[in-house]
C-alpha cells in the first residue's frame, strides 16, 4: 500500500516559517519524483513543488520562489518542504504527492494538512 503522511502544518502569522513533512512508504521511494500541491480558496488546486528522484532537481510555483524549498532524504523516505516569509495567499491544504516513473502524473495523493497564514 502506497502512503503518504503529511504533518507539520497548523497557524502561522505571516513572515513565519513552518516545514511540512511527508512519511512515504510501500513503493520504491528513490524511483519516483516528489510534489507538493495545494489546495487554495482563491486559485484552486495548485502545484507548488516539485524534486526528482535523485534530488539534484527542483523547480517551483513563481509566487513561491525563493521562498519554499522542496527537499527529500531517501534513506528515511521522507519529503520536506520548507516555507518562509509566508503570506495569507498561501493558505490552503497542501498534498504530497507521488510522481509517476514517467512523469506524466500524480498517482497517490497524501490526505493534505492545513496550513493557514493569518494574524
Known amino acids: 500500500q502506497v502512503q503518504l503522511v503529511e504533518s507539520g502544518g497548523g497557524l502561522v502569522q505571516p513572515g513565519g516559517s513552518l516545514r511540512l513533512s511527508c512519511a512515504a512508504s510501500?513503493?520504491?521511494?528513490?524511483?519516483?519524483?516528489m510534489s507538493w500541491i495545494r489546495q487554495t480558496p482563491k486559485k484552486g488546486l495548485e502545484w507548488v513543488a516539485d524534486?526528482?528522484?535523485?534530488?539534484?532537481?527542483?523547480s517551483y510555483l513563481d509566487s513561491v520562489k525563493g521562498r519554499f524549498t522542496i527537499s527529500r532524504d531517501n534513506a528515511k523516505t521522507m519529503v520536506y518542504l520548507d516555507m518562509s516569509s509566508l503570506k495569507p495567499e498561501d493558505t490552503g491544504v497542501y498534498y504530497c504527492?507521488?510522481?509517476?516513473?514517467?512523469?506524466?502524473?500524480?498517482?497517490?495523493w497524501g490526505q493534505g494538512i492545513q496550513v493557514t497564514v493569518s494574524s
Open positions: 504527492t507521488r510522481c509517476q516513473v514517467d512523469g506524466f502524473a500524480y498517482d497517490y
Open positions: 524534486i526528482n528522484s535523485r534530488a539534484d532537481d527542483t
Open positions: 510501500g513503493f520504491t521511494f528513490m524511483s519516483h519524483a
